[in-house]
């Protein structure tokens, strides 16, 4: 397996991988990137796309090629000022590639050294366009036919090098469903050398899944992803052909089915109940009984410590002895990682498309990825030695195993792949879309009446809600639908990326572009649904929603795996909130409903509420 650190210094060399030759109908044969370990050439030249006879580069010279269209510019590797030529090289439309060998410092100031290039490029790109204006016109005749015969969505004004990436404000999503507004269901935009087109329709994103779902199969995989998803062998990022079949395979067959996801409803109760068993304490001993609790840190603490005990159980290293938290020390160790890892996960993170960031590491970020990477993988080998032990003891029956056991079992070599995937996938959806749900219920307290009567009713009040109670909670079921409606946890999908060219809304979309599906977007479609930015769970009542898109978990081959697994642990864990305790908001104050950035929506403001227990359910909790 690459160690981290030789997949940094790869990512850093080989910039921007190739699009797979994966044609719709005949996908990738061979060996995906994704697969491990991928083997290292000796050496790897900077320099992709060289094309003319100027001198390789020498350990004090390091070469590079730009390549210069009209409405794109990528650079492969870092230069210093040596020689400058332009070489027309045949390419059509007047593509230039722009030679430039330059003599290497390490004593300058990174960031000083990155915004020279920047603007030396800047310069360099307005030169050529002078001299392929001035160049006549036909040098250009080729590229004017190229374009005439193929019809890009339309795309907002551009800026040299950057293309839209100065577009890019958080939240992402509403940026570009503010672009869409003006620009159309379909538009593109340059993320500095990557196109990507924007979807924001229903009926586009039912084209984009249905008859090119082959063709958007694929993930771009952007270098930070690249060292975080262990050089894309993950689930969420390999790219689609066999590899990425039977990652997908074992997990839905194996780990998230209907019936595997029933065995861990035990586990998931059991959380649950021992969270609401520490909140119940809080109260008590709080004054008025009603305890302030932060609500993110809790409901975080809950999605990982029921994570780690499917994936490991790793209840017995639990200390009761911290009544305030609901994490195992295994928990607490990954959520320091995750804490780590994720601010630099989303679909608009300059450091992926500005390679100038990344060969002079300007934010530090590549040292952060390394970091945070190695000990996840020392902490993820520490849960597989475990269970392996545990295994090798005969302590592991049937139905109970958990996830690491059973691929074990598998004989699968790379639990890990699976085991970081989940966890990651699990936390930072569940626990954010039950936030946002109970931020809604505080700023709706009419529609949490209306839950708790429909739980008394259906459960009663002299015990907890179980699983098997969630199929006749249909107004809990609106609840979710709803807020997953207005805050889907992932809000432009994960990006895809075309394997070939194929058309969207009439549109050529090339080979290699990303797509973002702007689901934030399609969920607030006016023309779909009435008020579409006000809490109704009434409008999936009695089915009446029935024939309008949602797609929360996506659509197509790369949906969710996880739907059923998380809809069930949403449910309860919302429900049994519902049913014990009453809220408020803190001091009476609206809740502030405003939205985060990254790769998922986060609430800016951490919800907090005051939670009182139930007196109908006094004898209940005092039972846990
Ligand atoms: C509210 C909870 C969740 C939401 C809203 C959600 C949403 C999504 C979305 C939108 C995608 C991308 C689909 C696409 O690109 O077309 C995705 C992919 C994925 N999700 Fe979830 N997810 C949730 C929970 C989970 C859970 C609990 C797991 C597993 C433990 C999970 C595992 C995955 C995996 C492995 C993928 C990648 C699938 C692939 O690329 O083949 N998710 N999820």
Known sequence: MLSCRDLAARVAR????????????????????????????????????????????????????????NDNLSLQAPFWWIHLDAIDDGAPGGDHQIAASLPCSTAMDKA????????????????????????????????????????????????????????????????????????????????????AVVVSSPELAKECFTENDVVFANRPLFPSQRILSFDGASLSMAS?????????????????????????????????????????????????????????????????????????????????ANADSDMSPEAHEFKQIVDDVVPHLGTANLWDYLPVLRWFDVFGVMKKLVDAVNRREVFLRRLIDAERLRENGGGNDGEKKSVIAVLLSLQKSEPEVYTDTMIMSLCATTSTTTEWAMALLLNNPEVLKKAQAEIDTAVGTSRLITPDDLPRLTYLHCIISETLRLYPA???????????????????VPRGT???????????????????????????????????????????????????????TIGLVLGTLIQCFDW???????????????LTIPMTVPLEAMCRPRAALRGVLQGL
């Open 112 to 195: 000083y050294v990155a915004i020279l290039t920047f603007v030396f490029l800047l310069v360099l790109r307005y030169l050529v366009g002078r001299r392929v204006g001035a160049g006549g016109k036909g040098g250009n005749n080729g590229k004017q036919g190229k374009q005439a015969a193929t019809r890009l969505p339309p795309s907002p004004p551009s800026v040299p090098f950057l293309g839209h990436l100065h577009l890019a404000k958080t939240p992402f999503h509403a940026t570009l469903a503010r672009l869409a507004a003006a620009h159309g269901p379909v538009f593109s935009m340059l993320m500095g050398s990557r196109r």
């Open 584 to 598: 408020d908001r803190v001091d009476g104050v609206e809740v502030d409903m405003t939205e985060g950035g990254g």
């Open 240 to 320: 689609y052909g066999p590899y990425w079949r039977n990652l997908r395979r074992v997990a839905a067959v194996q780990l998230l089915s209907a019936h595997r996801v029933a065995c861990m409803s035990p586990v998931i109760s059991g959380e649950v109940r021992a969270m609401v068993r520490r909140m119940n304490r809080a109260a008590a001993a709080a004054d008025g009984g009603a305890a302030r609790v932060q609500m993110k840190r809790r409901l975080f603490e809950l999605s990982l410590s029921v994570l780690m005990e499917t994936i490991a159980q790793t209840k017995t290293s639990r200390t009761e």
């Open 514 to 568: 990303i797509l973002l599906v702007n689901v934030y977007a399609i969920h607030r479609d006016p023309a779909v649904w009435e008020d579409p930015g006000e809490f109704r769970p009434e409008r999936f009542e009695g089915g009446k929603a029935e024939g309008r898109l949602l797609m929360p978990f996506g659509m197509g081959r790369r949906k969710c795996p996880g739907e059923t697994l998380a809809l069930r």
């Open 14 to 69: 080989e910039e921007d991988a190739p699009v797979p030759d994966n044609a719709p109908g005949q996908t990738n044969t061979s060996t995906p990137r994704t697969s491990r370990p991928l083997p290292l050439p000796d050496k790897i030249s900077p320099v992709r796309s060289y094309t003319t006879d100027h001198p390789p580069h020498s350990s004090n010279v390091i070469h590079c090629v730009c390549t210069i269209s």
């Open 490 to 508: 992932a809000p432009l999908l994960l990006p895809h990326e075309s394997a070939a060219d194929c058309k969207v809304g009439g549109y050529d």
